[in-house]
């Protein structure tokens, strides 16, 4: 199934950079830093951070920290 389909079960209203920035960790199955969810996704890094807290808050994406960075990664037990 694809993601968009996925996510229209999710019920929530996602604006084009949400969904580009969820596809970029969805297709990785990995952790990513913001820098690489940008090169990915072709947002740019600004962007990616303002739109991160959100995509959190919402439980779609799960952060940990190393250090001073951070990495996110889909959460698809939100899919479930």
């Given at each position: ?12 209203n ?24 940008s ?7 600004i ?34």
């Amino acid at each position: 199934m694809k993601i968009r389909m996925k996510l229209k079960k999710l019920k929530r209203n996602w604006t084009k950079t949400d969904r580009l920035i969820l596809k970029a960790l969805y297709q990785e199955h990995r952790p990513m830093s913001k820098m690489e969810i940008s090169k990915k996704s072709d947002v740019s890094w600004i962007t990616v951070k303002k739109h991160m807290p959100s995509l959190v808050a919402r439980g779609i994406v799960l952060f940990h920290k190393e250090g001073k960075r951070i990495y996110y990664r889909f959460n698809y037990e939100a899919l479930v």
